[in-house]
């Protein structure tokens, strides 16, 4: 539905202006209230609005917007209101008032065409004058904008990020130059947005921009999925799809952009290499902070060792702080890692620090030890509006024992981060277990450091829970070593069910109405359920509704009072971060709140977009968490995401009970695919090359 009309009132817009609340006036006079993304908000201004009429609990009837397009200020009531609105210094309702009475309808034209008769208005100052010129040429510059992206198909969000990232005097240059400069700068826009445009521009296909730009595009797309660069080969083959133009064509751009370092190449085992900077930088400054913790050939010691006895593991791990500064402990569940750090934190004579990569991994590491944990972004004190660390390689944290908990969740950047900051007579112990799937960001840092072979390695095989009768403990292991583990049917347990419906009614039968007996008011914090895949029957979305529609029936579109929800996005300024899960426990028109467990936050505005139910979520999603019972869907129709990793960190999420819904096909298949595990990442292979470099000094 397009409605047109004038803002009238502006009620509400939040400080990153992605959110506001307007009160409107049609042409027969009658106002209505809209809420939604508002460019260049100005009372007087008239707006085509697109969106649809709907029903708020609290706030009643009101307009959802969709999109709203701003027209130019002509009308004296609307330009009295932009001029007094406060956004112009030295300019109030007053002043404003002089000008419209001295130009009346003339007024735009007088500021857009003769600025130099502002100086008749008595009282108004010169910076006033100035200020007024300055702010109605932006919001002309955004207008226009606007007006020219239309026609490309981009929206007026997109339109105002781009008008934001490049300034609204730039935009139309840079982009008919090179349309494609959108997808290297402006949030939201990747090369497919941005070759649309280009495409619709008259751009050949063959164009330098195009195919530098593919290029680049194909090797974000391969560090989403957790690599740090691609055989040279295969980037210049998938490019080539791409764009449609020749293997040799795109080959000859690539060799001018490495030539210009605007890529980095390497060559690891015969093979050449491509990263794009900043990963080859990340990958090659791990390499170099390691080597200067490290700092000398007596501390490079490999000790992959465990016994069968805890005070055993408790004092190999001490001795290996003692012969290196930087040492490495992984294990299984049940292993007794983290009865080894209390011991370690325990024994250690100084200041101790801990973290892991989340806040849930954080809050427990906290429980379970008794000792202050914080994120390893609070611990290196994150600044958000800068984007830095306070902790960083030149003001690092002297004279402490770190010890980083689930650091199988640390990607590349922030490894670097984290080694950056470990300083004079400090040493870092890394924790985890290697055998999960490794992080969400590029690189596997923690499986590297641990193979490697270079520094003190702790493996803890030996199983100590439960003097190793738990059924998923045993289960963990087997599927390991790829064999079709036992169920027991009782902490262990597989239902099979044929068709993936059969799977999902399932699914949720169990979690919300079998085990909400087990647990009652506490199934929420308890009970967790775990599928491969977003889409879907058995993915997440469909499943988090059909419990919800159970647990917390009478609900609308966004999460309410009472669900359980998810973080899908790292916010640093309030601190919660990609998978946090919690209970919302209000649930406003404009914000929510949700205990998450280790913090209670207030969410604003389209920062709300960020939360999902998560009754249900991705295996990757659950990496660094621990519930007392897990439910996964496991289907054979989930064959592409089917991996031994995957189904390992599933089940080891459970810490008293396993439920594997689904069909055993399925579990064959993920029994038999150990590929996931490798990703093109070669900090080991940099590491050994620089000791021995170190050796032949």
């Known amino acids: 539905m397009q409605i047109k009309a004038e803002l009238v009132k502006l009620i509400f817009e939040n400080t990153a202006k992605t959110f506001a609340v307007a009160k409107f006036k049609r042409e027969d006079s009658s106002i209505f209230v809209a809420s939604g993304k508002i460019p260049v908000p100005a009372e007087g201004r008239i707006y085509k609005l697109s969106g649809d009429w709907v029903v708020n609990q609290k706030f009643g009837f009101q307009f959802k917007i969709y999109s709203a397009f701003p027209e130019s200020l002509t009308s004296a009531k609307g330009i009295s209101a932009f001029l007094s609105s406060g956004r112009i210094k030295g300019v109030g309702k007053k002043t404003a008032e002089k000008i419209i009475n001295t130009f009346g309808e003339k007024t735009a034209e007088v500021i857009e065409n003769h600025p130099e008769k502002l100086k008749k208005i008595k009282g108004l100052k010169k910076t006033a004058a100035e200020a007024i010129i300055r702010e109605w040429k932006e919001d002309s510059s955004r207008r226009e904008v606007l007006i020219y992206l239309l026609k490309f198909g981009v929206g007026p969000k997109m339109a105002d990020n781009i008008s934001r990232e490049l300034g609204p005097e730039n935009v139309v240059g840079i982009v008919e130059e090179n349309p494609y400069i959108l997808s290297e700068i402006v949030g939201g826009i990747g090369f497919r947005k941005a ?383 990609n998978g946090d899960t919690g209970i919302v426990t209000r649930a406003g028109e404009y914000s929510t709140t949700v205990d998450f467990s280790y913090k209670t936050v207030e969410i604003e505005g389209e920062k709300r977009d960020n939360l999902v139910l998560g009754y249900a979520v991705t295996v990757h999603k659950s990496q660094g968490s621990e519930y007392p019972a897990v439910v996964a869907a496991v289907h054979s129709s989930h064959y592409m995401m089917l991996a031994r990793d995957l189904l390992y960190t599933a089940v080891t999420r459970g810490k008293d009970m396993v439920i594997l819904v689904g069909d055993k096909k399925a579990m064959h298949i993920a029994l038999a695919n150990d590929r996931s595990m490798k990703r093109y990442f070669f900090l080991s292979e940099r590491l050994k090359y620089e000791f021995e470099k170190l050796k032949g000094r």
């Open 195 to 577: 070759d649309s445009i280009a495409l619709g521009m008259g751009i050949p296909k063959n164009s330098r921009f195009r195919i530098r730009s593919a290029l680049g595009y194909v090797l974000s797309d391969a560090a989403s999925s957790g690599h740090t660069c691609l055989p040279g080969e295969d980037l210049v083959c998938e490019s080539s799809k791409i764009t449609g133009t020749g293997k040799a064509e795109v080959k000859k751009v690539l060799e001018e952009m490495v030539g210009s370092a605007l890529l980095r190449s390497a060559v690891f085992s015969g093979t050449e290499y491509i990263y794009n900077f900043s990963l080859e930088r990340a990958e090659r400054s791990v390499c170099a902070e390691i080597m200067r913790i490290l700092g000398s050939e007596k501390n490079f010691h490999c000790r992959l060792k465990a016994e069968k006895k805890h005070d055993l593991n408790i004092k190999v791990a001490s001795e290996n702080i003692q012969i290196s500064p930087v040492s490495v402990v992984t294990g299984g569940p049940g292993t007794g890692k983290t009865t080894l750090i209390k011991q370690i934190i325990s024994n250690f004579k100084g200041r101790v620090e801990l973290c892991a990569p989340t806040g849930r991994a954080a809050k427990r590491l906290e429980e379970v030890t008794g000792a202050k944990a914080k994120t390893i972004h609070r611990m290196l004190n994150y600044n958000p509006a800068t984007g830095t660390f306070r902790y960083n390689s030149t003001n690092r944290i002297d004279d402490a024992l770190i010890i980083s908990d689930e650091s199988s969740m640390i990607d590349i950047y922030l490894a670097l981060s984290l080694l950056q900051a470990v300083g004079r007579n400090s040493r870092i112990v890394f924790v985890g277990d290697a055998n999960q799937l490794p992080p969400v960001g590029p690189g596997n840092f923690f499986r590297d450091i641990a193979e490697c072979g270079l520094m003190p390695t702790l493996w803890l095989g030996e199983v100590f829970r439960q003097r190793g009768e738990s059924g998923i403990i045993k289960g963990a292991d087997c599927i390991l070593r790829g064999i079709m583990p036992k169920f027991n049917g009782d902490d262990f347990v597989f239902v099979n069910r044929q068709s993936l419906e059969e799977t999902a009614l399932e699914t949720v039968r169990i979690a919300a109405v079998e085990l909400k007996k087990k647990y009652g008011s506490k199934t929420l914090s308890s009970v967790q359920v775990i599928t491969p895949v977003n889409g879907g029957a058995s993915g997440t979305r469909e499943l988090n509704l059909r419990i919800a529609q159970i647990l917390n029936p009478g609900r609308d579109k966004r999460p309410a009072a009472g669900d359980k929800v998810m973080q899908v996005s790292n916010d640093y300024d309030l601190e919660i971060f």
